[in-house]
């Protein structure tokens, strides 16, 4: 079985400028969930998305948004991107999110802003 | 808000065993142990998790207290491949929450 995609995995962007993260789930796997990791912050979660919907929010603030499609595929869009924003982005996905399933990660997508 | 704590580092000798030790002192009844591992900024790679009862795959054991306020993650033969940051995640539904995890460093 084919794991969790990223794409793309690395990308350059400039302060302002908006951004758009693809995740492709593990087949079968309905539950995507997004984290940012910095090397100040760590690992922080981002929101986490089940059948084409946001069930599970962190604390960003709302330039960070996302969305599941019905293939449970997701996107992450950064609006008015800030040098702050440059980061490892991880996906993760599972059956459906329950707490004794385990959550696949991505490769990562590392962006950075400049 | 981790709701874990764990050593910020660690070393172990390779072919020792690994003795990862992690503090969770709120978890709740329905919240579960997850160990995570990651290597160098890949994507985190999932190693066991737990409710109560202590569990063993082929990567490694974790052991949970009676109380479940801690656990122990046991890498039994640690080879060089192992040095990484491991994360012990308490986890509810659709949500985990990492904290700053342990460096082991495994020597020759």
């Known amino acids: 079985k084919a794991g969790v995609t990223q794409t793309p995995r690395y990308l350059i962007k400039t302060r302002g400028q908006q951004v758009t993260l693809s995740c492709s789930p593990i087949s079968g796997h309905r539950s995507v969930s997004w984290y940012q990791q910095t090397p100040g912050q760590g690992l922080q979660f981002l929101f986490e998305y089940f059948s084409e919907t946001q069930r599970n929010k962190g604390n960003f603030p709302g330039r960070f948004s996302g969305r599941q499609f019905s293939n449970s595929r997701s996107e992450m869009n950064v609006s008015t991107l800030e040098l702050g924003d440059s980061a490892l982005y991880l996906c993760?996905?599972?059956?459906?999110?329950?707490?004794?399933?385990?959550?696949?990660f991505g490769p990562g997508t590392r962006l950075l802003v400049l | 808000d981790a709701k874990t704590t764990q050593p910020t580092s660690m070393d172990c000798a390779e072919g020792r065993a690994a003795n990862l030790p992690c503090n969770h002192s709120?978890?709740?009844?329905?919240?579960?142990v997850y160990w995570y591992r990651q290597i160098h900024s890949q994507g985190p790679q999932y190693i066991i998790h737990g409710l109560k009862n202590n569990e063993t795959n082929e990567m490694a054991s974790l052991i949970i207290t009676e109380d479940r306020k801690s656990s122990t993650l046991i890498l039994p033969h640690a080879t060089l491949r192992d040095t990484a940051v491991y994360y012990c995640i308490v986890r509810v539904e659709g949500d985990m929450r990492f904290g700053a995890g342990t460096r082991l460093t495994v020597k020759p």
């Open positions: 709120t978890i709740s009844g329905n919240e579960y």
């Open positions: 993760a996905s599972s059956l459906a999110g329950l707490a004794r399933e385990t959550q696949y």
